[in-house]
Nanobody
Framework: VQLQASGGGLVQAGGSLRLSCAAS????????MGWFRQAPGKDREFVAS????????DYSDSVKGRFTISRDYAKNTVYLQMNSLKTEDTAVYYC?????????????????WGQGTLVTVSS
């Protein structure tokens, strides 16, 4: 599976961005998809996940109520809609795929990673 993340950019605090993660190479019917982020000097942390077939979602406490993860079957793409952005959301955002349908898999259980897209939130 190849993952291509896009949609990052510079936005003011309170604004919105939508990230996309296009998957190719395999159907994702039994996969879990996740978004992670890594800020400078920090570990990569979980943001959100979704099971491809049923659409069960999970979020970190820091983004719950502001971010929404979703998927488009026809486009084989996962999205992360980010609203009410804060400066602390600034990070490189990565999408990932795991070849098991699991709610919120641990980071080390993801098999495939995209290249990352930078989100910068200014005050």
């Amino acid at each position: 599976v190849q993952l291509q993340a896009s949609g990052g950019g510079l936005v003011q605090a309170g604004g919105s961005l939508r990230l996309s993660c296009a998957a190719s190479g395999r159907t994702l019917s039994r996969y879990s998809m996740g978004w992670f982020r890594q800020a400078p000097g920090k570990d990569r942390e979980f943001v959100a996940s979704i099971t491809w077939s049923v659409g069960i979602t999970d979020y970190s406490d820091s983004v719950k109520g502001r971010f929404t993860i979703s998927r488009d079957y026809a486009k084989n793409t996962v999205y992360l809609q980010m609203n009410s952005l804060k400066t602390e959301d600034t990070a490189v955002y990565y999408c990932a795929a795991r070849d098991r349908s699991t709610i919120r898999p641990p980071r080390d259980q993801y098999n495939y990673w995209g290249q990352g897209t930078l989100v910068t939130v200014s005050s």
